[in-house]
């Protein structure tokens, strides 16, 4: 759960990725999608979706978790019972949507309805939509062409004309859904739904640990979650996905935290705040000094007195000028053996 | 606006040869690019002699090169005949107290040597305002108004750590423009995934220039990447019609090919 603090509520989070994993099948896969999910509750995710593909199992091992089902027809409404799940969600756009509404309320089953608004005139649309007031709640997705300032507006409309509570899902076709989802966990959005990695859908959606760290490092730095497991949540994605997370990938890449540029080097030595965003460790990442072609003479020292390596002061600058033509040649920068060879050459 | 050549580059790994980076700027020209931020000439050797090579070439894309507020960066840049001298400008105190040990007043009075050395020495300049995210807006004002009272057009506004909300930037260059009246170039990076959106809000509030580099590389999770940028400003603003998004793939992809080689 994170907190709007400009209106001192809180705000849930739902994760939607799990019915885009594919976890249908048994054994090491449930197990770590698991131990996912528990992960991401700990770093802030109060929910999580899924619907009938998923293994059953799953939702039997996770007693602890909250779900929410996305029912698809009139026979998922068994399976809700079964596990005595207490939040579905349905798409408008299903076949006898109302009739599954109606009979999710009538169980006492808060019923989230799905709606897609890619403009102004739709979201109007749905505010003046009477029948609306029958669900507990209303995400509405899309939200692509939204731009600054444009949609909160809204969204404090709909929510006061069908008093609803209202779950904002954007999605990334033109890459504004973490900017979308940031300004309404700060605005008129009672719920959040976002996916880790951003994963899933046409285009993807708002990615959860970026807003989770977004949400803890610039939003509200008193924000009670824990997110030094989300490089590990990470590695399970690449498993369970089969899709390689990006070197740059915001929060997870493995090359974030790298830093080579004698501008950069020097800075971060002095204040590592005055390159970096957050403390790598708050994500259980680390940074990491390269040398290469655009090193200058401070990070030198300091690769050096990391290996242990004694020099002249004096000798420096050929040093760096050997490593930044060897860099060039290679077209990469050096490994710390590479380093070594140079010192004693 | 361009600088993979130089922000991009500065990914940690990355080094081009200066073949590789005559090719690059060559397929930048090919894009239509305005401006192409060549790289750093103050790192002397190859690079230096490669961004001169790139100012003798003549192309359409205005060549440009990076410095930071040192007299000794600006010559470089000089010896290379750039079309454009960019001098960097530390605005927020942490990079001013933390990186430079220094304070505001020594920025606005170094800024103001630097300026006048450039001049007196014929270059064009823009000045970017880095970390300008983290920076209090009447310092960013009042160096804004200092470029201004030099005849200089174009303010570069930089969020160095990506850590600034859309709307925020929205605001931050409205005012400036409103303000000021001088021409804003944007400079995101994309450390919480908002480059793009970032950069696309900045173009509403009356950025008339954005940095992109190819595949959005830069230091950590890179910067604003061109070909997303186009593709937002296409669906969210309506411009960009004559552009081909599909030419931009394939040139995008050659010179991706050329930085991840090795």
């Known amino acids: ?345 | 606006m361009d600088t993979t050549m130089r922000d991009g580059e500065q990914k940690a790994g990355i080094a081009l040869n200066m073949s590789d980076k005559i090719e690059i700027f060559k397929l930048l020209d090919a894009l239509n690019i305005y401006q192409v931020e060549a790289g750093i000439p103050a790192m002397g050797g190859d690079e230096k002699r490669c961004i001169a090579k790139m100012a003798e070439l003549g192309l359409k894309s205005k060549v440009s090169g990076w410095n930071r507020m040192v007299l000794e960066d600006i010559d470089h840049s000089l010896d290379c005949k750039v079309d454009i001298l960019h001098i960097s400008v530390p605005c927020s105190d942490i990079q001013i107290y933390s990186k430079l040990s220094r304070d505001r007043h020594w920025v606005v009075e170094n800024l103001r040597k630097c300026i006048e050395y450039a001049k007196e020495n014929g270059a064009a300049l823009s000045i970017g305002l880095e970390d300008a995210s983290r920076a209090d807006i009447d310092f960013l004002l009042q160096i804004v108004f200092l470029v201004r009272g030099y005849g200089i057009n174009r303010i570069r506004f930089a969020d160095t750590v990506g850590i600034m909300m859309r709307s925020e930037i929205y605001e931050a260059v409205k005012k400036i423009k409103e303000e000021a009246g001088i021409g804003v170039e944007v400079h995101a990076h994309n450390d919480f995934g908002m480059a793009v959106s970032n950069s696309i809000s900045a173009v509403t509030a009356g950025a008339e220039f954005v940095d992109c580099t190819i595949g959005g590389i830069g230091e950590r999770t890179g910067n604003c990447n061109y070909l997303h940028f186009i593709k937002a400003a296409k669906g969210q603003l309506g411009i960009y019609d004559n552009l081909k998004l599909d030419e931009a793939v394939y040139l995008q992809d050659k010179i991706l090919k050329i930085i991840n080689k090795n």
């Open chain 1, 1 to 345: 759960m994170l907190t709007n603090i400009k209106k001192n509520k809180k705000v849930t989070i739902i994760d939607r990725i799990l019915p885009e994993l594919g976890l249908s099948g048994t054994g090491a896969a449930i197990e770590q999608a698991v131990f996912f999910c528990s992960m991401l509750k700990q770093a802030g995710v109060d929910m999580f979706e899924v619907d009938n593909s998923i293994n059953e199992d799953i939702l039997g091992l996770s007693r602890d978790m909250n779900f929410i089902f996305r029912i698809k027809s009139m026979e998922d409404i068994s399976c809700v019972m079964k596990h005595a799940i207490r939040h579905c969600i349905i798409d408008t756009e299903i076949p006898e949507a109302e009739k599954v509404l109606k009979k999710l309320c009538s169980n006492g089953i808060k019923a989230t309805v799905e709606i897609r608004a890619e403009g102004k005139e739709k979201l109007l649309e749905i505010r003046e939509t009477a029948e609306l007031r029958k669900a507990h709640c209303i995400r509405i997705t899309g939200l692509n062409h939204m731009l600054a300032c444009q949609w909160d507006k809204y969204a404090g409309e709909i929510k006061a004309s069908l008093g609803v509570t209202l779950d904002c899902c954007p999605e990334n076709r033109f890459y504004s859904a973490n900017a979308i989802a940031l300004e309404m966990l700060m605005e008129n959005a009672d719920i959040l739904t976002v996916s880790f990695f951003g994963y899933g859908g046409l285009w993807g959606y708002a990615a959860t640990e970026e807003i989770l760290t977004a949400a803890k490092t610039v939003v509200n730095p008193k924000e009670n979650i824990d997110l030094k497991n989300l490089n590990r949540a990470g590695g399970i994605f690449q498993f369970l996905s089969g899709v390689k997370i990006p070197p740059m990938k915001p929060v997870l890449g493995e090359d974030i935290f790298k830093y080579e540029s004698g501008i950069h080097a020097d800075g971060i030595e002095k204040n590592p705040r005055t390159y970096e965003p957050f403390d790598p460790c708050l994500v259980g990442q680390e940074r990491r000094l390269v040398v290469g072609k655009h090193s200058g003479r401070k990070a030198v020292r300091q690769k050096l007195d990391k290996l242990n390596v004694e020099y002249k002061e004096n000798d420096l600058d050929l040093l760096l000028k050997s490593i930044r033509e060897r860099s060039i040649q290679i077209g990469r920068s050096l490994h710390d053996i590479e380093i070594l060879e140079l010192v004693l050459s």
